[in-house]
């Protein structure tokens, strides 16, 4: 087999036989296809796509790269929630710790901030001390002991996928149906579960900007999974405004404290009370989404949720004093207004701009090597549909280096679009479910 003909066959529209994607993954996750041969062969993907066989065949290839965990012996059906990436979305950091509190095992295996979008992992090592490294062996113990696992992605879990993502990330050919499919799956599926919530985000923040492009990710993201034996729900929802108040690392965690507490932003709420609850019938805790919710809201209410994320800060090293006095959390040496120029009524938020902008502070990174500051970024005092009056604080923007303050002062200049009427009726958050 040689590696042009696999990349003249996707170039001529073709479709790649089951070998054929494993030598190419396997070989190219040992080094021996060079990345111009690489890209070239993604490239030819992007414009060409691939059928649902070839989609599941390079996921399992690209699963099959690393390990995949063995999480018989801890008992109960496994259940995670995967999001395709947004801004100001710290949904994980409420949903694992209530569903493990439930009772139904969650191991987690999150990404960091990419692009605009934030990611758990630079969230939870804004709690001083947490450790985002455990080994699998690890992971595997703290799962049996807490029910709940949260860590990055180990040089064992999907490697292929390390490789073939950073090439993507250079190469424009992230935003492809089918390999976003392979990379979140072959993931996702080596941590052993059984089942899986997906959160897919639509609109102004997320990759996917309309509904049609997201249904078709997450109808294949639903497919594949389904095929290698995972019971699936996915869900669509809106990303064209960050989620809850608050954007950056610590500014975030701190929200979904107070949302553990019973407290937080209600669009926040709802939509961890959602994604809850669909892993909460999934896991067989609950007969349907309904009883999923009151048990969410039960599990916030007993105080349940918040003793669990306590008990998986302390066995992952961090800091759990955060949970009761979230000052302890980093905080930014500065705290600057960003103020409406004009009054009316929020009628449309830029979620990408928002996110560059929190990103430009410190809270995200612009090349892989940047760190990470975890006390900056955003508190938003506004949302869609509200009214605003010329000169009211729409921002707060929360500074460590005074020097990165015009950037992303430029630009939340065009992220706010302020009207004299009220928008006609604000979208749902949840668009669409696909269970
Ligand atoms: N998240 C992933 O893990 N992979 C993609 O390709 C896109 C989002």
């Known amino acids: 087999m040689r590696v042009p003909d696999l990349i003249h066959k996707k170039r001529d529209a073709g479709s790649?036989?089951?070998?054929?994607?494993?030598?190419?993954?396997?070989?190219?996750?040992?080094?021996?296809?060079p990345d111009y041969q690489m890209s070239a062969w993604l490239m030819a993907v992007f414009f060409r796509g691939?059928?649902?066989?070839?989609?599941?065949?390079?996921?399992?290839?690209?699963?099959?790269?690393?390990?995949?965990l063995d999480l018989s012996s801890i008992p109960g059906t496994k259940v995670d929630k995967h999001s395709t990436g947004g801004v100001g979305d710290k949904t994980s950091l409420v949903v694992a710790p209530a569903v493990a509190a439930a009772g139904v095992p969650v191991p987690m295996i999150s990404g960091r901030g990419l692009g605009h979008t934030g990611g758990t992992l630079d969230k939870l090592e804004?709690?001083?001390?947490?450790?985002?490294?455990?080994?699998?062996?690890?992971?595997?113990?703290?799962?049996?002991?807490?029910?709940?696992?949260?860590?990055?992605?180990?040089?064992e879990i999907a490697p292929a996928d390390r490789k073939l993502y950073a090439l993507r990330d250079v190469t424009c050919t992230v935003e492809s149906v089918p390999l976003i499919t392979a990379s979140i799956l072959s993931k996702k599926l080596a941590e052993g579960i059984d089942a899986l919530v997906l959160d897919v985000k639509v609109g102004s923040g997320a990759f996917m900007k309309d509904q049609q492009s997201a249904r078709r990710l997450a109808e294949s993201l639903q497919s594949i999974a389904t095929r290698m034996g995972k019971r699936v729900v996915a869900l669509l929802t809106d990303m064209d405004q960050p989620l809850g108040c608050t954007v950056g690392n610590a500014l975030e965690v701190a929200e979904a404290i107070e949302t553990l507490h019973g407290k937080g932003p209600e669009d926040f709420r709802t939509l961890c009370r959602e994604l809850a609850a669909w892993m909460l019938v999934l896991g067989g805790r609950a007969a349907d989404l309904?009883?999923?919710?009151?048990?969410?809201?039960?599990?916030?209410?007993?105080?349940?949720?918040?003793?669990?994320?306590?008990?998986?800060?302390?066995?992952?090293?961090g800091d759990a004093r955060v949970l009761d006095d979230p000052g302890r959390l980093p905080q930014a040496k500065e705290q600057v207004p960003f103020k409406a120029r004009r009054g009316g009524f929020l009628v449309k938020m830029e979620a990408e701009r928002i996110g560059r902008a929190a990103v430009a502070l410190g809270a995200g990174r612009a090349q892989l090597e940047d760190i990470v500051?975890?006390?900056?970024?955003?508190?938003?005092?506004?949302k869609v549909g509200d009214a605003v009056e010329t000169g009211e604080c729409l921002v707060t923007l929360h500074v460590n280096q005074s020097d990165r303050l015009a950037?992303?002062?430029a630009l939340l200049a065009d992220a706010f679009v302020i009207a004299p009427a009220a928008p006609s009726r604000p979208r749902p958050l949840v668009l669409e479910t696909l269970s």
Not at 141 to 153: D, S
Not at 290 to 314: H, N, P, T, V
Not at 376 to 382: A, E, I, P, R, S
């Open 50 to 68: 691939m059928n649902a066989e070839e989609t599941a065949h390079l996921t399992e290839a690209m699963l099959r790269s690393g390990q995949v």
């Open 407 to 409: 950037e992303a002062e």
């Open 126 to 155: 804004a709690i001083p001390g947490f450790n985002v490294g455990l080994s699998l062996d690890e992971f595997r113990r703290a799962l049996a002991e807490v029910g709940c696992g949260l860590i990055g992605q180990t040089e």
């Open 373 to 382: 500051d975890p006390a900056v970024g955003l508190v938003l005092h506004k």
């Open 16 to 33: 790649l036989t089951r070998g054929e994607l494993f030598f190419l993954i396997e070989q190219y996750a040992q080094g021996a296809v």
């Open 290 to 317: 309904r009883q999923g919710q009151e048990q969410f809201d039960s599990l916030i209410r007993s105080g349940a949720a918040a003793e669990k994320f306590r008990q998986i800060i302390e066995r992952q090293g």
